[in-house]
């Protein structure tokens, strides 16, 4: 079996209530655990991050669960290495800076390492 498909990625979505202070804190607290942790923003609230293997996986997992709120609602979905490097990031308009070297009305695949 190819490498691709064994080393594996685990991604975390996430909303969470953010009305009160207190809830923000809680917000932050969880998103700079997963920073921590190593996980890459892909998007608001989606995370990601290369764990290597299902055994890597499962841990990471735990240790999200563990790091999770009282309230909201979290989605972890796993990818192997192959099907990650095919997801198709894509913006356009004004909704990021332009990259100089893009034409910004063509596409972008970006891979993560």
């Known amino acids: ?36 942790e190593g996980y890459v923003r892909v998007n608001f609230s989606v995370y990601g991050r290369f764990c290597g293997s299902t055994q890597a996986v499962a841990s990471a997992k735990d240790r999200v669960r563990r790091g999770m709120p009282a309230s909201g609602h979290m989605l972890m979905i796993e990818f ?22 893009v034409e910004q009305a063509r596409p972008v695949q970006l891979k993560m390492f």
């Open 1 to 36: 079996m190819p490498d691709a498909w064994r080393a594996m990625w685990l991604m975390v979505s996430y909303d969470m209530p953010v009305g009160s202070p207190k809830q923000r804190r809680e917000e932050a607290r969880f998103r700079k655990m997963l920073e921590r």
């Open 80 to 101: 192997t290495d192959g099907q990650w490097g095919r997801i198709e990031h894509l913006h356009r308009g004004n909704y990021r800076t332009p990259d100089p070297d």
